[in-house]
């Protein structure tokens, strides 16, 4: 059965800090890996879609990498700003279309 | 509307009681999903529709969990017999054509509370 773990479960930051938060998961034969923003209340916002035969992605400051055969993802954060605060999700596609399998989140806190 | 859409945003009833929950996908999205987040949890997995038919209904937790998408765009999922356990924010996704590499997109969720 696929888990995925995310560490740190939170973190607190200055405003203007570079930070990376990681995700694991114990199957590798996934099919893609996908980082989700959760604000408070709210559903979930895709940020990036990573294929299983891609080593990374990039939107803005936010860089995800992929490492599958040791089963880790990290999700890259460059000159935070206190509206990034929010909790981000990683979540593993094992084939294609089939349910996603979420981690449990890391709470992120931009302090201004 | 250009994304998922999810009615009620809140429903409270009491235990033991039925609720339907609905979803709207983004139009021509042919998967559809549901999941159940509890807080500070990531969200579960409950059932995945492919066009009218349910591909994957193993995580529904018990019997009294029942989902629908009849024409294959709108789904409901009906639970029975309400308990308290099954407080939580029900959330539903849709992707386009499987076999794209295609993201899933997520509602804003139903809360549900059960006294």
């Known amino acids: 059965k696929q888990e995925v773990t995310q560490i740190p479960a939170a973190l607190s930051v200055p405003e203007g800090e570079n930070l990376v938060l990681n995700c694991s998961f114990t199957?590798?034969?996934?099919?893609?890996l996908q980082w989700f923003r959760q604000d408070p209340g709210k559903g979930l916002t895709s940020l990036l879609l990573?294929?299983?035969?891609?080593r990374e992605q990039t939107s803005g400051r936010l860089n995800a990498s992929l490492d599958k055969s040791s089963g880790r993802s990290t999700l890259y954060i460059a000159a935070s700003q206190p509206g990034d605060s929010a909790t981000y999700l990683c979540a593993v596609e094992k084939t294609s279309g089939s349910r996603l399998t979420f981690g449990e989140g890391t709470q992120l806190t931009v302090n201004p | 509307g250009a994304g998922v859409s999810q009615t009620p945003s809140n429903k409270v009833t009491e235990k033991g009681k039925y609720v339907e929950l609905r979803c709207d996908p983004i139009?021509?999205?042919?998967?559809l999903y549901w999941y159940r987040q509890s807080l500070g949890q990531g969200p579960e997995f409950l059932i995945y529709?492919?066009?009218?038919?349910?591909?994957?209904d193993s995580g529904l937790p018990n019997d009294r969990f029942f989902a629908v998408r009849p024409e294959g765009s709108v789904s409901t999922l009906k639970i029975q017999r309400t308990e308290r356990g099954d407080s939580a924010v029900y959330l539903c996704a849709s992707s386009s054509q499987p076999g794209l590499a295609a993201e899933q997109f997520f509602g804003p969720g139903t809360r549900l509370t059960v006294l």
């Open positions: 139009s021509g999205h042919t998967a």
């Open positions: 529709f492919q066009g009218t038919g349910a591909a994957d």
């Open positions: 990573i294929q299983s035969s891609q």
């Open positions: 199957d590798s034969a996934i099919y893609n």
